[in-house]
């Protein structure tokens, strides 16, 4: 995820409009039935991303998007240390909720705040969460569409040639679903940060934030970028499991897990 002038790469960014500590679990909605799930578009200031997976702390519930989703910078400003974002409390419309919703944790905005410095979480850790209101939690499912899942966390890092499996949503598509789900291979883990990944439809603006798990349906990341060289057309991934940790690290999110599909994942999927 470096600056375009080094490395070729940018922010799979969100499209505007064209012109114009836990208690008892959630009651899920029937994954048939829901419309707030993994693969979403969320909508914030205007600009389109998708959602990745679905968090609870046992209370609230949360949809996980990129930080860069709130950006007020260019495509080109991915140093999560430096770059501008709208503040917490933005609110962020979902598809498929009656309410907007609000960013309550931007990794950008608290690595800014600590005084972050280390360069792999500066350009890597991309990653927010926007808690919905209590009327839609009936709305909701974590299940990834398609692919189900996911089953828990990744805390390894992927390999060359391993299978990963996403659920893009860009209006970009303009509907048609068929090219949402994506399979694809790793190009490995950079820093234990990043995940380069390929897959046979690429991650485009707007598919932002989307989902990425691995071959036992496990979450991995987050889809942040799109890479123009040397490897064209790939995407990288931030890793979950690392912004997670960087997250519960700092007042407030300590409580906040992963949900789990309560559909089962299936990597014989055909597309």
């Known amino acids: 995820m470096r600056r375009l002038a080094t490395a070729l790469v940018v922010t799979a960014v969100a499209v505007f409009p064209f012109a114009a500590p836990s208690g008892a679990a ?4 029937p994954a048939s039935t829901a419309t707030i799930h993994p693969g979403v578009q969320t909508f ?10 679905v968090f609870t702390d046992g209370t609230d519930v949360f949809l996980g998007q990129a930080a860069h989703c709130a950006a007020t910078g260019a495509a080109t400003d991915t140093d999560g240390c430096l770059a501008g974002s709208l503040p917490l409390g933005t609110p962020v419309e979902v598809a498929g909720a009656t309410r907007a919703g609000s960013l309550v944790y931007s ?62 949503n860009s209006s970009l598509r303009l509907g048609i679903t068929q090219l949402s789900p994506k399979r694809g291979v790793s190009l490995g883990t950079t820093a234990g940060w990043s995940h380069q990944v390929y897959t046979l439809t690429p991650g485009v603006p707007g598919d932002s934030g989307s989902a990425f798990v691995d071959a036992q349906g496990e979450a991995i990341g987050v889809l942040v970028t799109l890479a123009l060289a040397p490897l064209a057309g790939s995407n990288g991934v931030s890793d979950l499991d690392e912004m997670l940790d960087y997250m519960r690290a700092h007042p407030g999110f300590d409580a906040v897990q992963l949900a789990n599909g309560t559909e089962p994942f299936s990597a014989g999927r055909l597309l």
């Open 26 to 29: 959630p009651q899920w909605a």
């Open 44 to 53: 914030t200031a205007g600009g389109q991303c998708t959602a990745n997976f």
């Open 107 to 168: 990794s950008w905005l608290t690595m800014r705040a600590v005084g972050e410095t280390d360069p792999d979480a500066c350009a890597y850790n991309d990653f927010a969460l926007v808690r919905l209101d209590p009327v839609d939690h009936q709305r909701v499912n974590p299940s990834i569409p398609f692919w189900g899942g996911p089953t828990g966390l990744d805390t390894d890092d992927t390999t060359l040639g391993e299978s990963v499996y996403s659920y893009g």
